[in-house]
C-alpha cells in the first residue's frame, strides 16, 4: 500500500494569512500516460464526514472557494488555503488515489491563532 | 441533491453481528461505485472495500477481507456493511461514499457515518 504522510500535525494561523499543509507519498503517484498527479485533498470539521475539495492535485471541486489551492508533482504536494477564514477551522487529510486501496494521510489541524 | 444516509449508531457486544446500511438518493444509484470507510478516532479514513450496486460486484481491501461482508439492495437504493462476529477493534465511525466520475477509489459525496461501538 502507499503510505501517506502529513506535515505539520497541526498549525495555528491568524485569520485572513495563508495556511500550508504538506502531503507525501511513499511512490510517486504520477501516471505518465496522462500526467496527472492522483491526489485529493478532504476537509472534516468536528461530527461531520470529509468533504471532498480537490483531486488531480490542483482541480477544485465545484463549489469550493479559490482560496483553497492545490499543488505538487511525484511524491511531494501542498494544500494551501490563501486567507483563512473562520470557518475553515478543521482537519484536512490527502488521499491518493493512484492504486487500490486508496489512502489518505493521517491528518493536519487547522485552528485560528 | 445527492445523498448518502446511514442508519443510526450502534452499541453492540463482541461477538455480537450486526449490518449497517446507506441509502443513496438525487442520483442513478445503480450507476456509481459505493465505498466503505472506517475512521478511527484521530486518524484518516481507511478504505475497506466497495460495491457497484447495479450487478453487486464487490472488492476488498486486502486488509478487512474475509472481516466484514459488503452488500446492495438496488431495488431499495441500499448499500450495507455486515459483521457476522464483531470484536472491541471494530469500534470506530463508518463512513459509506460514492466513487466520483473522474477516477476509481476517488469520493465525491458522503454519508454523514454510523458509530459503532463494541463493549462488554
Known amino acids: 500500500d502507499i503510505v501517506m504522510t502529513q506535515s505539520p500535525d497541526s498549525l495555528a494561523v491568524s485569520l485572513g494569512e495563508r495556511a500550508t499543509i504538506n502531503c507525501k507519498s511513499s511512490?510517486?503517484?504520477?501516471?505518465?500516460?496522462?500526467?496527472?498527479?492522483?491526489i485529493a485533498w478532504y476537509q472534516q470539521k468536528p461530527g461531520q464526514p470529509p468533504k471532498f475539495l480537490i483531486y488531480w492535485a490542483s482541480t477544485r471541486e465545484s463549489g469550493v472557494p479559490d482560496r483553497f489551492s492545490g499543488s505538487g508533482s511525484g511524491t511531494d504536494f501542498t494544500l494551501t488555503i490563501s486567507s483563512l477564514q473562520a470557518e475553515d477551522v478543521a482537519v484536512y487529510y490527502c488521499q491518493q488515489y493512484y492504486s487500490s486501496p486508496a489512502t489518505f494521510g493521517p491528518g493536519t489541524k487547522v485552528e485560528i491563532k | 441533491e445527492v445523498q448518502l444516509v446511514q442508519s443510526g449508531a450502534e452499541v453492540k457486544k463482541p461477538g455480537e453481528s450486526l449490518k449497517i446500511s446507506c441509502k443513496g438518493s438525487?442520483?442513478?444509484?445503480?450507476?456509481?461505485?459505493i465505498a466503505w470507510l472506517r475512521q478511527m478516532p484521530g486518524k484518516g479514513p481507511e478504505w475497506m472495500g466497495i460495491?457497484?450496486?447495479?450487478?453487486?460486484?464487490?472488492r476488498y481491501s486486502p486488509s478487512f477481507q474475509g472481516q466484514v461482508t459488503i452488500s446492495a439492495d438496488k431495488s431499495v437504493n441500499a448499500a450495507y456493511l455486515h459483521w457476522s462476529s464483531l470484536k472491541a477493534s471494530d469500534t470506530a465511525m463508518y463512513y459509506c461514499a460514492r466513487e466520483a466520475e473522474m477516477s476509481t477509489q476517488l469520493f465525491d459525496y458522503w454519508g454523514q457515518g454510523t458509530l459503532v461501538t463494541v463493549s462488554s
Open positions: 438525487g442520483y442513478i444509484f445503480t450507476t456509481y461505485w
Open positions: 460495491i457497484y450496486p447495479g450487478d453487486s460486484d464487490v
Open positions: 511512490q510517486s503517484v504520477l501516471y505518465s500516460s496522462n500526467n496527472k498527479n492522483y
